[in-house]
T-cell receptor
């Protein structure tokens, strides 16, 4: 296992289009997180899954955003009717549940540019 | 109360110098404090982390100092190298519930050869 994998690495889309990103966590990790990072800022929490259950969503996650984690494995983050303000790096992280190692390991991110 | 304040925003040191990056938090419920290193176009990578029951932790050239009463913690990089040039983020979380991280705004470090 080579770590958290995110696809695509880069996405350019026109305003108003829908986009979907995929995250494959480390295989034994049952916790999965999505964060958003804008230029010059630290990552901001968007949402959290434990196995297939989405247990917390940030207020940053507007109605246009939806995330899923079917079968508790990979996760997808969809943004509908994209806006220029959605341009950011979308990061996925995974970790184990205690008493396992709860350190979060991040993927390389998907950079979204909305034109 | 959820914020983590990080300073400085940027830092330039000579090779071999000891850059120090500082963070402060308000929420006393935080009990896990990691530092992440991020290179351009890459995701953050965990460097070192500390819990409030110790005041200092060293791993290789990286040291975290933690002051629980002041609600502050800092990262020291000993014998800094040009390869350490990156953006460094502090974070804080609670080791219960979601374990989500609250990140600082980052420090861009440049180590001159």
């Amino acid at each position: 296992d080579t770590g958290v994998s995110q696809n695509p690495r880069h996405k350019i889309t026109k305003r108003g289009q829908n986009v979907t990103f995929r995250c494959d966590p480390i295989s034994e990790h049952n916790r999965l997180y999505w964060y958003r990072q804008t230029l010059g800022q630290g990552p901001e929490f968007l949402t959290y899954f434990q196995n297939e259950a989405q247990l917390e969503k940030s207020r940053l996650l507007s109605d246009r955003f939806s995330a899923e984690r079917p079968k508790g494995s990979f996760s997808t983050l969809e943004i509908q009717r994209t806006e220029q303000g959605d341009s950011a790096m979308y990061l996925c992280a995974s970790s184990m549940t205690p008493p396992g190692n709860t350190e979060a390991f991040f993927g390389q991110g998907t950079r979204l540019t909305v034109v | 109360q959820q914020q983590v304040k990080q300073s400085p925003q940027s830092l330039i040191v000579q090779k071999g110098g000891i850059p120090i990056i500082n963070c402060a938090y308000e929420n006393t419920a935080f009990d896990y404090f990691p530092w992440y290193q991020q290179f351009p176009g890459k995701g953050p990578a965990l460097l070192i982390a500390i819990r409030p029951d110790v005041s200092e932790k060293k791993e290789g050239r990286f040291t975290i100092s933690f002051n629980k009463s002041a609600k502050q913690f800092s990262l020291h990089i000993m014998d800094s190298q040009p390869g350490d040039s990156a953006t460094y983020f502090c974070a804080a979380s609670r080791t219960s519930g979601t374990y989500k991280y609250i990140f600082g705004t980052g420090t861009r470090l440049k180590v001159l050869a």
